[in-house]
T-cell receptor, first 111, second 116 residues
């Protein structure tokens, strides 16, 4: 059973388009993190959301944590080829240092 | 800040040999480090949680005698793949927490292991 369902699994879009990646669960998380990973490299932390309903912006990226802290979304505005990569969401359950990872969304932005 | 390094970045070895991978936190002390493996086009699978000065905690299905973890100091954890076989070929990634806010994990660049 996958604790964190990420969708879509693959996404190929043209430069300038907008997109949203979803991360859903039936479990409550004390925090949720989004990472971006490029081939052959380790994941790089983009953002951590903690409070239900929280919205964080990082340039063209907007992250939202659901009110019930069970789901999150990542929205990219005016995508660029440099945004290409594997986007991973990871949730921390209360009382545990371990992260539960989604399967990832492979994003390709074509010039 | 929060930089994690791994060494080596790539290793090719013969079947039956042992391989050691180092994970270092460069600018912070990490009481907890994590070891993951990642197969092509898949997400990260947690192998074990490593705490400084104590035995590692392994996830279900991970052989502790095959994947030896030593967290010798607050900045260094090592993973030794013993008697490696081709099916152990994978991308191994470590991460570390600063112990500050929200258990954010900072990842190393990964080690590509190929067992011939």
């Amino acid at each position: 059973t996958q604790l964190l369902e990420q969708s879509p699994q693959f996404l190929s879009i043209q430069e300038g388009e907008n997109l949203t990646v979803y991360c859903n669960s039936s479990s409550v998380f004390s925090s949720l993190q989004w990472y971006r990973q490029e081939p052959g490299e380790g994941p790089v932390l983009l953002v951590t959301v903690v409070t239900g309903g929280e919205v964080k912006k990082l340039k063209r990226l907007t992250f939202q944590f659901g009110d019930a802290r069970k789901d999150s979304s990542l929205h990219i505005t005016a995508a660029q080829p440099g945004d290409t990569g594997l986007y991973l969401c990871a949730g921390e359950k209360g009382g545990s240092e371990k992260l539960v990872f989604g399967k990832g969304t492979k994003l390709t932005v074509n010039p | 800040g929060a930089v994690v390094s791994q060494h080596p970045s790539r290793v090719i070895c013969k079947s039956g040999t042992s391989v050691k991978i180092e994970c270092r936190s460069l600018d912070f002390q990490a009481t907890t480090m994590f070891w993951y493996r990642q197969f092509p086009k898949q997400s990260l699978m947690l192998m074990a949680t490593s705490n400084e000065g104590s035995k590692a905690t392994y996830e279900q299905g991970v052989e502790k005698d095959k994947f030896l973890i030593n967290h010798a100091s607050l900045t260094l954890s090592t993973l030794t793949v013993t008697s490696a076989h081709p099916e152990d070929s994978s991308f191994y990634i470590c991460s570390a927490t600063t112990g500050l806010s929200y258990n954010e994990q900072f990842f190393g660049p990964g080690t590509r292991l190929t067992v011939l």
